[in-house]
């Protein structure tokens, strides 16, 4: 008799957290679990990917809850709430005022404390599993744990759990009704055990599942830079455009280069948050290279991109272990990274590219370390192309935590 597998999902979108799940799902043996995905909208570029095995649900009435932000939360639960019974008011109305009173880590922990609050309104799960999976991070997880009957539950944690701080009396609760943790680096792993110590007996460390054949394969095939006149160094960046991934720190370095004669643009792949591109935008007029970064938007294959840039650059402030810096490696490209909390594990200290601040400078510097020394770029290249990738063997602790 096969697993009853759920998996607790938001959207398919192109991102980091949906391609590890993919190739997770390339690795799982189906002949043995019976997969139900549930997501909280049916949306994403990759919804197509998913294989035909898996019996997609939706969460009909509160899946924008999922998407909730400071800029769409009054219009989100107006509708999800307020709209049904006008009383909410009076249950926001305090999460409101304390959020607009407090700033930082605090008004964080307020943000999640009345996300949690308003998923408890949400019905439970009807069906009950052998094994429930939040893939997506810490509100997949707080719903697992609340309305999701399991045999047996996992949580992901795809980020660096102390940046930025977060509620530790919140999250230590949930994690400790979570069977297992999984933790997708060595760093991440020890940042979750120091900041919360009671989760350390659950914890188990299981690297993002990549698939090099699969890489390359859609390398060769599929759209790459519109530019094609461009015969300058093409920097890329892949990632939800935001805040974190800290394109704002890239403007000042492109300004330099420019003021230098460097020849370079500066591409980005992938959605996010509209207000924060705009803001981007305009930064990009104002320091006259408005003309250096370009956003590509989203694609399915951004493979054919990363095959022909010259450079992967990852100016992130903070990241759990980002899977785009594992597929440029993959792809033996010169790679920068910020000093992200595993960004020294994923470049080798230093053997397998650049690391460098989480500031402009910091960024300047190793871009232009890059940029002015063509062989170093080709040792890395060199280095990378004897390095073993794909680590589809993972899969086993996911059995071994199950009890596969």
Request: with cysteine.
């Amino acid at each position: 008799m096969k697993t009853k597998l759920l998996i607790v999902g938001i959207t398919m979108n192109c991102a980091g957290t949906e391609k590890s799940f993919l190739s997770f799902l390339s690795c799982l043996d189906f002949e043995r679990f019976d997969v139900t995905l549930l997501l909280a909208k049916r949306e994403g570029l990759l919804l197509d990917q998913l294989p035909k095995q898996v019996k997609v649900v939706i969460m009909e009435k509160y899946g924008d809850l999922f998407l909730l932000s400071g800029r769409n939360a009054a219009r989100t639960l107006f509708n999800c709430f307020v709209k049904e019974n006008p009383l909410t008011l009076f249950e926001i109305f305090p999460y409101f005022i304390g959020s607009a009173l407090t700033r930082g880590a605090k008004r964080a922990s307020i943000a999640y404390r009345m996300w949690v609050h308003f998923m408890q309104k949400m019905p439970e799960i009807k069906d009950e599993y052998d094994v429930a999976v939040a893939y997506w991070g810490d509100r997949t997880m707080f719903y697992m744990c609340d309305k999701v009957k399991a045999k047996k539950k996992i949580a992901w944690l795809h980020f660096d759990y102390s940046n930025p701080p977060r509620d530790d009396e919140l999250y230590g609760e949930y994690f400790n009704r979570c069977d297992k943790v999984v933790t997708v680096s060595k760093l991440v792993d020890e940042s979750l055990k120091n900041k919360l110590p009671n989760t350390a007996s659950r914890c188990v460390m299981m690297e993002n599942i990549t698939n090099p054949r699969q890489i390359w394969d859609l390398a060769l095939r599929g759209e790459t830079f519109p530019d094609l006149h461009f015969h300058g160094k093409r920097i890329l960046t892949i990632g939800r455009i935001g805040d974190q991934k800290g394109l704002d720190m890239v403007i000042p370095v492109l300004k330099r280069l420019r003021k230098e004669n460097y020849n370079v643009r500066w591409y980005v792949l992938g959605d996010g948050e509209e207000e924060y591109k705009q803001q981007l935008s305009m930064a990009l007029v104002d320091a006259g290279v408005a003309d250096m970064m370009l956003f590509l938007g989203t694609t399915t294959n951004p493979y054919t991109y990363m095959r022909d840039c010259d450079i992967y650059a990852q100016p992130s402030r903070h990241e759990g272990k980002p899977i785009a810096v594992e597929e440029a490696k993959i792809m033996y490209k010169p790679i920068l990274a910020t000093k992200y909390l595993s960004a020294p594990e994923q470049l080798d200290n230093g053997r397998l590219g650049v690391l460098c601040d989480i500031s402009s400078d910091g960024i300047y510097n190793g871009i232009k370390k890059l940029l002015d020394n063509p062989v170093m770029c080709d040792h890395f290249t060199e280095t990378l192309s004897h390095c073993k990738f794909g680590n589809s063997s993972e899969i086993e602790k996911f059995y071994d935590m199950i009890g596969e």
